[in-house]
């Protein structure tokens, strides 16, 4: 018989488009997320290209939606496991790791944090600061709900007799042993939009990534300038403390290495350079690039407006240029256009690395039996079905999961994808 | 029946009544006289939004058959909806309640507790005095027609009309020219990483012909789309023959007008149109798919090509997107034919955005392409020989002679797009493209309900991209235009009355929506309810206050405010 309630894995951007569609025919979405809140990669920006909208203005009501919706059960902290059967009639088993935290009777006050004695690194910030062992990942998450990390909870590692979140709870909501939980669901289609991944600025130790502390990833200097980010929006160096005074932005880290170009990073690049002229109009900003890749009727707009906030552009094949330097102050050797060696002094280096496929794209198309393309992501069929159909009747492809895209690009596939659901399940 | 207002504070846990004097509040609500004796209730309740918190508050609106609600709770952001359904499950209308917030707007952000109760009083009051302004809304039931016109038929038109038709849903498919498939047809090939070849369009083509519920209209324009979402009333005309019009109704409509290549005559330095033996990519394009041949205007083959990209780019003020992939095809076509040939590329910044196109690249230049990076370039001819002068990125002038120059332009709307965005009611941005309703997050739809844009008539795109525009149109027009389900219009509209409006058309001149009509009869503005969104543009520009906005008109707002800064 044919379901036709539908997985969606992944609740960034096109997950949300996707189930949000979907949900309004009245149709049962599962939507799986590994992480403790949605939203994806989107929240993470304070503004998107090229029209410089804040980001989670836009996002947070579609976010707000999934949450309220009937018919989207929405699966945090949870991954797919196994996955059978075919086209209309799939069994999905999927990995619910305990929250601690109930969805329904926390109402987001944050009274927990306080209490609890355990500080450690928080991802989600690149580092960048420190949450407590009960957090959400940044101010303004959704679902507002905290999760505990079991790793380093000491009531729930062991290490020590502890209920402080308990006790300052007043709604009766953290439940210390909840327990993981393994759900098995039946659905008809499965929409894949499990996102990317950057690749990692260590395998370039030429840009010294990691031994000068003042060389930034560009989602790093996104979340320094994020009025919800570790230091509120203020840019102040990792080591001295004090704002940068010349930024060198270091454009297509890794892009020979993967073998394509992400699409993305020459406009990401400049809205990078666009937010510190912003903030710091007194500081020096270079733009380190080889070709513009800024297709598109509204982007080489932005390329001019931004030439004419005064960051001086450098044209620069990447694989000769080097970073140098110490703690505070960093050295660029690069070769300019004429082929000549040149050196530029900065106390800021942002490097804009390459997208990659999401971590987790090999396991999920072994699991799902569909099959990744040489570069890592997922394939999609060509011009004869189109780019959200796998190998695989009744699994469609939406997002960065398939290949570099931008916000728009991936809503467009996740409404596609819905498109071919509707087609296949009506 | 007189107003019995039901006034219920929350506490939010702690978060709320550790912050403000709770009994204070309900104190001086209960003894509220403005308006006088029509608060029946006052109430604290320790979570309104839990499962119990519900069930609490719709016994209470049943037993104190109360006829309006004021809930002082948190952000209408949380809880708006949830109270508006509890209001539903009571029969009591959900715009006869007004949630105040008091924890965000107090509790959290005033340290002094008499303060933030002060504070919670006033808002409460103004929560109060609106909501007995307040008029009962009620949602309203459309009937629906599921079919869809499309307009254009290349290779986004006829992927729309593909993913839309079916058993319950009609496609009207309407070409300009004589035949179907677009520009897509005068391809040799496309691109190696995008397909197999270019049987799979033939195949989409013979699928929408044989298709029974796609009807085909080609030599034909739109003359007329009036109506809504739902509910459109078309008139084609045939346009070799005035007196051959159809005339149908549909419930939504998809532009899929494709492009024009930005003519290079316009920029002589290119020699187009006078130097012989300049062709533009489309025009080798077609050639070679009639005559599987490229050659010279004297019929022999070139022995060395100059191809040159970004033609029109800086006056268009953007990139196109796929001309540098296609500029590679062409190369590989030529090496194809001719081994020995040489090839030139001349580039500005190559575009390569799709995640195989890289490879592509390294495939084209590994095939003995040579590719150069330009400042300035130009064609000029001397006697019969003709040369490419330019400027690399480090100043220096060169110049190199060919036999043949091909020339990448720009790619821009299609003609007539300004008319087509007249007679549907949409905007053009900046660049002359159709304009998505957002450029983010909703791409295919325009600011017009059941209006969408697809493939390059929105933005210049490739074949894959335009393919995904067309399927993305199948999931928006399939989820929301269920054949047989009823539309359900917003109620927060506004109206303009009959008696105050003067003519003077403002309203019409503001409206995003397309929302107001104009009555030449009785010269008055009147509000197509089923389209109006409530966004209030109307209200605002009224000289004579004819205009208001439901749920937020004038008095309610005054009166909220009045007692808000008593």
Known sequence: MNNSDILVIGAGVAGIEASLLLASTGKKVYLVEKASLTGGNVI??????????????????????????????????????????????????????????????????????????????????????????????????????????????????????????????????????????????????????????????????????????????????????????????????????????????????????????????????????????????????????????????????????????????????????????????????????????????????????????????????????????????FMNQGIQLGSVDTSKPGIFLAGCAEGPKDIQGSITQAEAAVGKVMSYLS | MSDRIGVYVCECGPNIADKVDIKKILTEISAFNEPPEKIIIAKKHKLLCSKEGQDFLADEIIKNELTHLVIAACSPRDHDITFMNVCKRTDLNPYLYKLVNIREHCAWIIPDKDEATEKAIQYIRAGISRVTYQDPLIEKELDSIPDVLVIGAGIAGIEASLSLAGENRKVYLVERTSSIGGKVTKFEKILPHQGTNLDIIQEKIKAVQENENIEIFTESEVEKAIGFFGNFEITLKNIHNDEQNNEFKVGAIVAATGFNLFNPEKIPRYGYGKIEDVYTSLEIEESNSKTGKILLKSGKPPKSVA???????????????????????????????????????????????????????????????????????????????????????????????????????????????????????????????????????????????????????????????????????????????????????????SEISEAFCTGCQTCLSVCSYGAIYFDEDRNISIVNEAICRGCGNCVASCPSGAAHAKHFTSTQIYQEVLEAIR
Request: with cysteine; net charge negative.
């Open chain 2, 307 to 493: 191809l040159i990209h970004c033609v029109g780019r800086e006056e268009r003020g953007y990139c196109s997107r796929v001309c540098c992939n296609y500029m590679f095809k062409i190369a590989q076509y030529l090496k194809e034919k001719m081994p020995d040939i040489k090839i030139t590329e001349f580039y500005k910044d190559l575009c390569l955005p799709n995640k195989a196109d890289q490879e592509f690249f390294v495939d084209t230049k590994n095939k003995g392409v040579n590719f150069i990076r330009f400042k300035d370039i130009a064609v000029k001819q001397k006697d019969k020989e003709k040369f490419i002068e330019y400027t690399k990125m480090d100043g220096k002038k060169e110049k190199i002679s060919a036999e043949m120059i091909i020339l990448a332009p720009a790619i821009e709307p299609a003609e007539g797009s300004k008319e087509i965005a007249e007679l549907l009611n949409i905007s053009l941005d900046e660049t002359g493209f159709f304009q998505e309703a957002h450029q983010k997050l909703n791409p295919v739809a325009t600011s017009i309900d059941g209006v969408f844009i697809v493939g390059t008539a929105q933005n210049p795109k490739n074949i894959p991209d335009s393919m995904m525009d067309a399927q993305a149109v199948g999931g928006k027009i399939l989820t929301q235009l269920i054949p047989g389900e009823k539309l359900i219009p917003e109620v927060i509209v």
């Open chain 1, 44 to 377: 993470k920006y304070e503004d998107v290209f090229s029209n410089m909208e804040c980001s989670t203005c836009m996002i947070a009501p579609k976010q707000q939606e999934v949450l309220q919706s009937e018919n989207i059960e929405l699966l945090t902290l949870s991954t797919v496991e196994k996955v059978q059967g075919e086209i209309g009639d799939f069994t999905v088993t999927i990995k619910k790791k305990a929250r601690y935290v109930s969805l329904i009777d926390c109402i987001g006050c944050g009274m927990c944090y306080e209490p609890c004695p355990v500080s450690l690194k928080n991802e989600f910030e690149q580092n960048l600061s420190e949450k407590k062992a009960i957090y959400v990942p940044c101010p303004g998450s959704l679902p507002n709900v905290p999760a505990i990390d079991p790793e380093y909870c000491l009531q729930l590692n062991g290490k020590k007799t502890c209920n402080a979140c308990v006790e300052a709870c007043a709604f009766g909501a953290i439940n210390l042993s909840d327990k993981d939980e393994k759900i098995e669901i039946k659905v008809g289609a499965i929409i894949v939009a499990s996102g990317f991944d950057i690749v990692e600025p260590a395998g370039f130790p030429q840009f010294g990534y990691g031994k000068y502390p003042n060389v930034y990833t560009a989602i790093e200097a996104e979340r320094l300038y994020a009025s919800n980010g570790p230091t509120e929006g203020e840019i102040t160096l990792r080591k001295g403390n004090t704002p940068p005074q010349a930024i060198a932005i270091i454009q297509c880290v890794g892009r020979e290495q993967q073998g394509y170009c992400s699409s993305v990073c020459c406009m990401y690049s400049l809205k990078l350079a666009h937010y510190l002229k912003h903030k710091l109009p007194d500081a020096k900003i270079y733009n380190f690039h080889s070709d513009w890749c800024m297709p598109g009727k509204y982007n080489q707009k932005f390329h001019q407006d931004v030439k004419e906030e005064g960051v001086d552009f450098i044209y620069s094949p990447v694989d000769k240029i080097k970073v140098e330097g110490n703690d505070k102050s960093l050295l660029i050797e690069y070769y300019n256009g004429k082929d000549e060696k040149e050196k530029l002094s900065a106390d800021m280096v942002i490097l804009s690395l390459a997208m990659m496929q999401g971590k987790d794209t090999a396991s999920l198309s072994k699991l799902l039996g569909i099959e990744q393309d040489k570069r890592g992501f």
